[in-house]
């Protein structure tokens, strides 16, 4: 894939991963994940911004970037155990909608069907298209459900008389045929939109959307839970999308659409590290981190984090299906050793 260079800011790799490069496959042979940037954020309703998410995702830490991170919870390096490279950023132009969607599915598709996990650092949430997309591609058709957290159903229909948007992707993959509706999970929805028209169009699709108040009732776990079910049922593996913004704002300010009341930082980095370690994980995105509006880089630590526990819980998982001693969260720190 020939490229300008970096898109906004320096040309750094993931907490210093090994580079690779999309267009040349002997790069990322026998890779475990590899990491490719989005920067795109031409479909934001808002404030935009995203743009600049993949770059501040990339070095949000305090820590040396050297390639390494072993978790104190999950005792795993990731970056060790896996095999984690970082392909740069795609070359978006935010004036031309279609044509980056276009390469970014290009690019996750040729990632997906070499074996290894795209996980995609965004950008708006309008990449969770050719995110998705690309990803299901490269599996069997039908056999790819979602789990998608955020505030907002991304469910719409045509907007500033477009059909692409960051609040319109999930359905344009219903309507592709990549992602069944009736295998699509929507965790931490909140708020005053979208309205009867599209959350009737949601029901009909028989999608199935855990709005705050029912979370709070039930409680996160027994909704997580819920939702595995039903993402395993007729699917093989799933994609997991993270819009940063499905945690309230007070522990994430730097994103486009703020709405308060949702999840904690926490309660999300505990919902993915359980999702990874459970779950057959195919792609991942890492959407709407909006470098602008970020205070002391809250949201930038927040959504490197959630990476990390990402990568950490495939590693454990790994770990633990080669056989020894399972992971036990119980477990106090120093115990083991």
Wanted: charge should be negative.
């Amino acid at each position: 894939m020939s490229r300008y260079g970096p898109m906004y800011g320096p040309d750094v790799t993931f907490l210093g991963v090994d580079r690779c490069d999309v267009g040349d496959p002997a790069s990322y042979e026998n890779a475990d994940v590899v990491i490719i940037g989005a920067p795109f954020d031409g479909g934001t309703s808002n404030r935009p911004g995203a743009r600049f998410g993949p770059m501040a995702l990339r070095q949000a830490c305090y820590l040396p970037h050297d390639g390494s991170r072993p978790s104190l919870a999950l005792r795993v390096d990731a970056l060790k155990d896996l095999r984690v490279l970082d392909a740069g950023d795609v070359e978006c132009y935010s004036g031309d909608v279609e044509g980056s969607l276009a390469a970014i599915e290009e690019a996750v598709h040729r990632i997906a069907s070499s074996g290894a996990i795209p996980l995609v650092l965004g950008g708006d949430h309008t990449v969770a298209l050719p995110d998705a997309r690309g990803t299901a591609r490269a599996h069997a058709a039908g056999r790819t459900s979602m789990i998608h957290f955020d505030a907002h159903a991304d469910t719409g229909n045509i907007a500033f008389g477009h059909l692409y948007g960051h609040g319109q992707p999930m359905r344009r993959l219903i309507e592709s045929g990549a992602i069944r509706g009736d295998r699509f999970l929507q965790i931490g929805l909140r708020g005053y939109w979208p309205e009867p028209e599209t959350l009737g169009w949601m029901a009909e699709q028989n999608m199935r959307s855990y709005e705050m108040t029912e979370i709070v009732a039930r409680g996160l776990e027994e909704c997580l839970t819920e939702s595995f079910g039903i993402a395993l049922d007729e699917c093989d593996q799933i994609f997991l999308s993270v819009d940063i913004d499905v945690c309230d704002p007070g522990h994430a300010p730097g994103t486009g659409t703020p709405e308060p009341g949702g999840l904690s930082a926490r309660q999300l980095l505990d919902s993915v590290r359980r999702i990874c370690y459970e779950l057959p994980v195919a792609g991942m995105e890492v959407v709407e981190v909006a470098p602008p509006y970020d205070h002391a880089d809250i949201t930038a630590y927040l959504g490197n984090r959630v990476i990390l526990e990402a990568l950490s819980a495939m590693a454990r998982r790994r770990k633990d299906d080669e056989g020894g001693p399972r992971w036990d969260p119980r477990q106090p720190l120093l115990d083991g050793r």
